[in-house]
């Protein structure tokens, strides 16, 4: 995906936490889960009036960044 995103580069800590997870898919989405989490809620925290996810046909990624941000649908994302 970054070699798509004109050349955007990871950060070593999260290579580091996606290595740890060797060849176990589950805990690979996991890390990638709660990132994605971390920079919506820092997001939404700093005023952006909207977040668009490319779920790529895993729409379930997105679900559970919901249900960990607390929020059931995008409704609840939009800026007051």
Known sequence: MAEMAA???Y?????RQVERCGDDDAAVA?????WATQQCAD?????VRGIHFYTLNRS???RQ???NL????SVALRAG
């Not at 997001?43 to 005023?47: A, Q, Y």
Request: charged content about 20%; hydrophobic content about 40%; proline content about 0%.
């Open 7 to 9: 050349g955007t580069h």
């Open 11 to 15: 950060t070593a800590k999260l290579l």
């Open 30 to 34: 996991r890390v990638g889960i709660l």
């Open 43 to 47: 997001l939404l925290h700093n005023g």
């Open 60 to 62: 379930d990624a997105t």
């Open 65 to 67: 960044i919901y249900e």
């Open 70 to 73: 607390g929020v059931k649908d």
